[in-house]
């Protein structure tokens, strides 16, 4: 079936040093969706890549979709005390038909990120 | 406007005992789906609801099952709990008027199962 793999699975970094992370998937996406889990609590949506080689950016973070639209990355500039918890790219898993299956993205396994002051 | 609300926060069970989880979805959002995080599995889908019916299921026993009351409120059972059902359970709402829309999730119910 669809896999999304994510690595690195932990990343520990000095406040202001950069992170990325990267996620490949096994079937070319959609759209690709990035969420972050702080510790202790849920996954909140982050952003949304549509289209082949896409690039957009939310203050320190960059967001990159693939030319394949296969893989992703997530890269954080100058990290902060803030910026810990854990990054999950996900995308739409498609069902035996080959169509997008409603309301079932598959997960990668996550980044968890810890920054020391 | 509300978030997702899941209830209850946290459950402490047995096995051989079932529980029920509750969600209500953020007003307006009309799929809601279940997804169960472990720290080994991660996030594994359940199955998602629209309109008061299953659209997708994902990969558990026949154990889980859930339902979707027609004001898009959710539940979802596990009957039969065993050791590895310990985990959080997440509910998701979208407004599912497409297929790839970005998930809402509540803070999950916590199951602890002894």
């Known amino acids: 079936g669809q896999q999304v793999m994510q690595i690195p699975q932990y990343q520990h970094v000095q406040e202001g040093e950069d992170f990325t992370t990267y996620c490949n998937s096994s079937?070319?996406?959609?759209?690709i969706q990035w969420y972050k889990q702080r510790p202790g609590g849920h996954p909140v949506f982050l952003i949304q890549?549509?289209?082949?080689?896409e690039v957009k950016k939310q203050k320190r973070l960059t967001f990159q979709f693939g030319e394949a639209k296969k893989n992703s990355s997530l890269h954080i500039t100058a990290t902060q005390t803030t910026d810990v918890g854990t990054y999950f790219c996900a995308g739409p898993t498609r069902n035996d038909a080959g169509g997008t299956s409603y309301g079932k993205l598959t997960f990668g396994q996550g980044t968890i990120l810890t920054v020391h002051p | 406007k509300a978030g997702v609300t899941q209830t209850p926060r946290y459950l402490i069970k047995t096995r051989g005992q079932q529980v029920t989880l509750s969600c209500s979805p953020i007003s307006g959002h009309r799929s809601v789906s279940w997804y169960q995080q472990t720290p080994g599995q991660g996030l594994q889908f359940l199955f998602e609801?629209?309109?008061?019916?299953?659209?997708n299921k994902g990969n558990f026993p026949g154990r889980f099952s859930g339902r979707q009351f027609s004001n898009s409120r959710s539940e979802m059972n596990v009957s039969t709990l065993e050791l590895g059902d310990s985990a959080l359970y997440l509910c998701?709402?979208?407004?599912?008027?497409?297929?790839?829309?970005?998930?809402?999730f509540g803070s999950g119910t916590q199951l602890s199962v002894l």
């Open positions: 998701a709402s979208s407004l599912s008027i497409l297929s790839n829309e970005k998930l809402f």
């Open positions: 890549l549509v289209k082949s080689g």
């Open positions: 609801y629209f309109s008061e019916t299953q659209r």
């Open positions: 079937t070319t996406l959609s759209n």
